[in-house]
């Protein structure tokens, strides 16, 4: 194997070297492979060879992630996409094109029947992704440059009537769960920032909090009177020691997780008839209820904590009504 291997660089470079030269460099061929072990790559080293480079590639995204302070939860959601994407593909993420990932993109639709929205989301991570190997010259292109923001509906999403809030007031059982309610209706905050809340994070003075939000960015948001006054029943019924603003009803009093109030609200959703009750649902009513109002949209932005404002226009669905009344007041 060595000594083909020698011939061959030796015969490349006839038409360069002279006869003295050849030989001088079989001399130093020889002397350096003598201790070289050659292994011959087949068809599965070589498959292997490229899954253990792409694992790298995903692992060093991931960890890019973690720096730039994305959550567990988007971090979690970045790599199953990615892991699904690339290891349903028998080479070296070096060599995925761009018709590649149109034809899975394409093949996933019609496999799991999902819609745009889906489809746009897993293309703006794929992109995020081999724009990141781009960057750090893993690759020369992105090969997702070239495919474009899946137009998708924009459907307007619903937000809790006035009636559907008295309704979940009505039916809480206790002083924990109606306050919650309360601080995501007056707040708008995220159920994750509502998980870490802390007790000294509130200014009952204020009427304020202190909230961790996307980023590990912190802001501050403001509740209602109502709310105080609820908030505050609560915490003197609390018999534990815990910082956490909101605990389980039993020991060990444990930080209610996000999965335990997703579940509170659905069973108040249940037990009241209301369609579609989840906590993210009371942001998006506090936005339209703001931009009612008469909120500029950009303290709208600040009070939900939007990078850009065209993310806030999402969450705000202004009431017809108001538009019809408008657009009486401002062109007959």
């Not at 794929?126 to 440059?145: C, G, H, N, T």
């Not at 209610?256 to 659905?266: A, K, N, Q, V």
Request: net charge positive.
């Amino acid at each position: 194997m060595k000594n083909d291997v020698i011939l061959n660089i030796t015969k490349e470079m006839e038409d360069s070297l002279t006869i003295y030269q050849l030989d001088k460099l079989k001399e130093i061929l020889i002397i350096n492979f003598e201790k070289v072990e050659f292994i011959v790559k087949t068809d599965e080293y070589q498959k292997q060879q490229e899954q253990e480079e792409n694992k790298k590639y995903i692992d060093l995204f991931i960890s890019s992630k973690e720096v730039e302070g994305c959550s567990k939860r988007t971090i979690t959601y970045y790599r199953e996409i990615i892991e699904k994407f690339v290891y349903s593909f028998e080479e070296s993420i070096r060599h995925i094109s761009t018709d590649n990932i149109r034809n899975y993109l394409s093949e996933y639709k019609k496999d799991s029947n999902c819609n745009s929205v889906t489809i746009d989301n897993l293309r703006r991570v794929l992109s995020s992704f081999f724009s990141w190997l781009e960057d750090e010259d893993y690759i020369i292109k992105s090969p997702v440059r070239r495919i474009h923001r899946i137009k998708t509906v924009q459907t307007v999403k619903e937000t809790f009537t006035d009636e559907n809030i008295e309704k979940m007031r009505d039916e809480c059982s206790n002083i924990r769960n109606l306050s919650m309610i309360e601080l995501l209706i007056s707040t708008g905050m995220r159920v994750g920032e509502l998980v870490n809340l802390n007790i000294q994070d509130v200014s009952f003075e204020e009427r304020s909090c202190i909230v961790l939000g996307k980023g590990n960015k912190q802001r501050e948001v403001y509740f209602d009177a109502r709310t105080k006054i609820h908030l505050l029943q609560y915490l003197n019924t609390r018999n534990d020691s815990s910082n956490a603003l909101f605990v389980s009803m039993k020991k060990p009093y444990n930080r209610l997780s996000i999965s335990g109030i997703e579940l509170i609200i659905r069973k108040l959703g249940l037990d009241t008839e209301i369609s579609k009750v989840h906590p993210h649902k009371f942001r998006r009513t506090l936005a339209t209820m703001a931009i009612d109002k008469g909120m500029p949209i950009e303290q709208v932005q600040k009070l939900l904590g939007h990078v850009k404002i065209e993310t806030t226009l999402h969450y705000a669905m202004v009431n017809q009504n108001n538009v019809k009344m408008s657009h009486r007041r401002y062109i007959g």
